[in-house]
């Protein structure tokens, strides 16, 4: 079986490639911004000679973690947020469509509203912003597919080459005591999600060939502010970080934010009960101990 990961330079993507690959998949990972050596160039909307072509790899599953989300960029840039976001998975859907190939979309929470999360996959959805709206837009698009899963994921954190996730950063500035003073908000909720959880979650699906929605989280629930208390404990003796709980409102985000969110993982744990889920604590263990 050969798998085609969309993004595979990334957080989820690279974690993916790594799960699969150890697992002798024959797999394929892209990158569309940040290089890496095991990623090759692919641009959904690209005609370039130098783009990868589709027809050349014959993927039997596209993993789809291409994405476009920082949220109140996408906010101020509509149309660059639609190209990214819902006509990219158009172009990957319409060729899934015409080779019967198997698609998973990693999608969000920020499809639902906030209002009484965290959700399960059957709550209706009703996005607040423009990133949540193209991300509903292209599930849309994937539900069109004989064959699909929508991977729902929020928070996700881990082992990065770029540490651009937000509890990877805040390690960095903990361990070489930068100086930062860091307003986070108390009222946006969430659940913080380990890459590597989500790249063995799909694996379990994909062995067992499920179909439909998904929403894969963890055991953590936190508020971003609560969230960044939790990794600065494990840095008792940093003075140079100051965390300073606000409402969200004081924060003139561009692009409202779902307070009230996260996702309830209830369908996946039912069908595999014996999986082992990391948490923040035990990441940051694994990861302090390392640093010893």
Not at 77 to 92: G, Q
Request: glycine content about 4%; proline content about 4%; some cysteine.
């Amino acid at each position: 079986m050969k798998i085609l990961i969309i993004g595979a330079s990334g957080l989820v993507g690279s974690h993916c490639t790594h799960v699969l690959k150890n697992e002798f998949y024959d797999v394929v990972g892209t990158h569309l911004n940040f290089q890496t050596p095991e990623t090759v160039y692919y641009d959904p909307l690209s005609v370039s000679e130098k783009n990868l072509q589709l027809d050349n790899v014959k993927p039997d599953i596209i993993i789809h973690c291409g994405a476009l989300t920082n949220v109140d960029y996408c906010e101020n840039n509509e149309r660059e947020s639609e190209i990214a976001t819902v006509l990219s998975t158009k172009v990957l859907v319409d060729y899934c469509n015409r080779n019967n190939a198997k698609l998973i979309y990693l999608s969000t929470d920020y499809v639902f509203d906030g209002e009484k999360g965290p959700y399960p996959e059957s709550t209706p959805t009703n996005p607040i912003n423009v990133y949540g709206k193209h991300k509903l837009e292209a599930e849309l698009l994937v539900k069109s597919l004989d064959k699909y899963i929508i991977a729902r994921i929020t928070n996700v954190y881990g082992e990065e080459e770029r540490s651009k996730n937000f509890i990877a950063r805040l390690v960095i500035w903990l361990q070489q005591n930068e100086v930062k003073k860091l307003d986070l908000p108390i009222d946006q909720f969430a659940t913080p999600v380990y890459a590597g959880d989500i790249a063995r979650m799909l694996l379990c699906l994909i062995r067992d060939d499920k179909t439909g929605i998904y929403n894969l989280s963890s055991t953590d629930y936190y508020d971003r502010y609560h969230l960044a208390l939790k990794v600065k404990s494990f840095f008792r003796d940093n003075t140079s970080v100051i965390l300073n709980p606000v409402q969200t409102a004081h924060l003139n985000q561009a692009a409202k934010r779902p307070l009230k969110g996260g996702l309830l993982n209830i369908k996946f744990i039912q069908q595999y009960p014996d999986f082992e889920f990391s948490n923040v604590d035990s990441f940051l263990k694994t990861l302090v101990n390392n640093e010893i």
